[in-house]
């Protein structure tokens, strides 16, 4: 709806279909299905008042079928005298842009870009702005392909949806094997972060771009190795996040964005889309970066608190008589001390995307290497002993770990995809991947024992390997029978996760007690880590087998007014686990689950106007079962799949610049809890999570954009072992989450090209356990910063950012999740400058 704002790339594909807010995927040169009067230079009737500039060129791309490609940061501040009655599509758009400065080139035969000869965000050179009679496009959609309100099949390989006014949010979602749609004909709730969101915010990884989520918390310290989250009150760990729809990819430990072009979250089960391995409470999708038209070269040099240096660098090109060949580099190093006392952390991160863009063929491939090593990293979890009220969250700058522990991490990932339309309007592709992720580490876990602080202290040493397989194939059609429209999907996924640990006898670690206000400090030497094992030749603990084969039918009646959504997926899931101790039963299996089961889905969107849409959703899900925490005192155990439910209504508003969202839902999970008295791992009972969720996004006025919600939770024990906590609160859930992020540019004539941003976060109190007798406060966070953009001396922009985090400097417990406590971040000060070369 506004553009694709890629930290200073922008574009935008606006095609016939998005008329309905239903991007194109793909933008390809040459493509078939933006045939309209444009091709022919008939005229066409339009109705654009005068106003700003963007959402006029949004009605006109609706109004005139014609597919733009332009810079949203020209647009933003520009207004338009508006166009009245019948005319060329591009006579049009010249009467639109008269008096803004800007003018219109050729990008492919069927693209058209606005072009501004001062404007050198995208590279242009002013002796190529050219004004155009006509767009050439060969061929015309088939017969049907407008009929469901859709976009085309084809639509995982190439640009996800545009941004939403502002730039902030998508205007749309990849929805697993459904392809991209538009957040008003998206049956479900989804949220889809721009990268100029996450380059803007300063993001160091997945985790600080899910804050933006009202619904989404962090359970794990940002200090340690990994981030976790809870999506409406459910579990889901990093290993379940998905790499370009392909899950078992991704770093199951933190996910780095250098490379990432789209974080996406889809809240609720996700079976019947994503191929039966998402979590009950979401699914976060991760869509890599591809080279742009305009080449690319920036550089970005990043100072963060308390002396970390990060340097990162981002290029891209096209290659080809038309552009067909992409190729785009990440590549970053980050290193130093954090606020943390004690804590440093050295991240590096390489990512290289490959694809090719023809007129019927498209492919790409990702290539991803990382590796962390942090010294004293904070501890994971803090355990509470049952019968003393939580202590209060210590100091955050202080480090309970020793700087003798550590965790050192690597990971290697390739992921392809491919796509072919053997029609117009049907598409078969298939994707795969492999990943590998090692991880030596000595830390410490915590059981506080009073509530003056006072814990036991034990080391732990557990390397472990965890490598990930997935592939898919599937086939994508739209026809009409009829009356009805239809966009059928058949999809069949297998998945395959294994863990490698154990399979030595532990060194003697020392026990000790300690106070987590005034923790005892390891001296460097006294572990001899030289000794202690490594992760590169564990035997095998646990394997994971998922294999699905889905198939739904989207149906449209009344010219894209009604849209119901049928379908399901048959899933079976496969666990084993295997002993590790060292011995004669090393390698024999411990156990094995292996459940199937055809998981139904029912999805319904009604648009009551252009602007106005309802929908309604019931999906089920076959989970692999959830995964005891290393602290645990079974933590080698492994669970049988469960499966879940859920039942959701909700309203969508689309003001042009602004949208608001409101959802309702319900959903039932198997509760699985770890007993703080006995520090057991355990699947029991059944948890049900109903809430509110009430979001708004866009651009209020020019300048003003906004990101927020509130979600309103009652995370209830329905049944529990003997009836003995039935009724109570669910843990670590809480009651309110709210979030507000904002953005004002200051007027030009007081501090032309500067930004003040700020962000809050507010979480409610939750209880720890299940008995309700323990109980965390509430907490609050306060973010601000600014951005100032100008042009440097090559005549390319400079963004320059400073960003403080908690300003007031809180501490607090920021989760009471899983049976374990995590300490928020203190006072953070983040500052870059971005170059274009």
Known sequence: MAGIALAGVSLLALVPDAARGQPAPGALPGGKRAATAAETGDTVALSIPVGPLEPALVRFTEQAKVKLVYATDMTSTLTTTGVEG?????????????????????????????????????????????????????????????????????????QPPPPYAGGLV??????????????????????????????????????EVVLNDPSVRNDAPPFSERDSYFIRGFSVTNLDVAF??????????????????????????SALISGGTGRVGGTINLIPKRAYDEPLTRLTTTYLSNSQVWTHADLGRRFGPSK?????????????????????????????????????????????????????????????????????APNNRLNTASSLEYIDSRFNMAA????????????????????????????????????TGQATNSLAIQPQEISGMSGEVGLRAKFQTGILGHQLNVAA?????????????????????????????????????????????????????????????????????????????????????????????????????KSGRFSPALAAVFRATDNLSFYGNYIEALDPGPSPPFTAVNANEVFAPVVNRQKEFGAKYDFGTVALTASLFEIEQPNAFTDPGTNRFSVSGLQRNRGLELSAFGELTPGVRLLGGVTFLDGRLVRTAGGQFDGNRAPGVPDVAFNLYGEVDLPPWLAPGLTLTGRAIYTSGQ????????????????????????????????????IVENVFDNSYWASAARGFLAVGAPRTVIVSATVDF
């Not at 490959?354 to 498209?362: H, I, K, S, T, V």
């Open 170 to 207: 998508a205007s749309g979602t990849r929805v697993g094997f459904l392809g991209n749609r538009s957040i008003l004909t998206t049956p479900f709730n989804v949220s889809g972060y721009t990268e100029k969101l996450i380059q803007d915010q300063q993001a160091r990884s997945l985790s």
């Open 324 to 392: 067909e060949w992409g190729v785009r580099f990440n590549g970053s190093y980050r290193n130093g001390d954090t606020p943390l006392d004690k804590n440093a952390i050295e991240v590096g991160v390489a990512t290289l995307g490959l694809d090719y863009r023809g007129e019927q063929l498209r492919a790409s491939l990702d290539l991803v290497h990382n590796n962390q090593n942090i010294t004293a990293p904070t501890s994971l979890f803090n355990a509470v002993a049952p019968n003393i009220p939580v202590p209060r």
């Open 493 to 593: 996924v297998g998945s395959n996760n294994r863990n490698y640990r154990g399979g030595f006898t532990p060194p003697t670690l020392p026990v000790f007690q300690t106070n987590i206000y005034d923790p005892i400090h390891l001296a460097r030497g006294s572990v001899n880590t030289i000794l202690l094992p490594r992760s590169d030749s564990r035997p095998l603990f646990a394997n994971l087998d998922v294999t699905s084969v889905g198939i739904a039918d989207t149906l449209s009646l009344g010219g894209d007014r009604f849209l119901l959504t049928l379908g399901g997926r048959f899933q079976e899931i496969s666990q084993q686990s295997y002993n590790t101790r060292p011995g004669p039963t090393l390698g024999t299996q411990a156990s094995d689950y």
């Open 767 to 802: 209880f720890y356990n299940q008995a309700n007798t323990q109980r965390v406060p509430d907490w609050t966070r306060f973010d601000a910063g600014l951005r100032y953009t100008f042009e440097g001396a090559s005549g390319k922009p400079v963004t320059v950012r400073a």
């Open 244 to 269: 370009d729809g392909l899950f078992y990819l991704s770093n199951p430990r933190r996910s780095f964005l250098e490379g990432i072009e789209r974080v996406e979250i889809l809240k609720g089960p």
């Open 86 to 158: 019948e005319f060329r599509p591009l006579e049009a758009l010249g009467r639109l842009l008269d008096g803004t400065g800007l003018a219109y080139r050729s990008v492919s035969p069927s693209t058209v870009t606005l072009v501004n000869p001062r404007y050198a965000q995208l590279g242009g050179r002013s002796e190529e702005t050219v004004r155009l009679d006509e767009i050439v496009v060969e061929g015309r959609p088939a017969a049907g392909s407008r009929a469901a309100g859709l976009p085309p099949p084809t639509g995982t390989v190439g």
């Open 416 to 451: 392809g995809r491919i796509e072919y339309d053997i029609l117009p309007d049907t598409t078969l592709y298939a994707a795969g991947g492999v990943s590998r992720y090692n991880e030596d580490f000595l830390t410490s876990s915590y059981r506080v024992t009073s509530v």
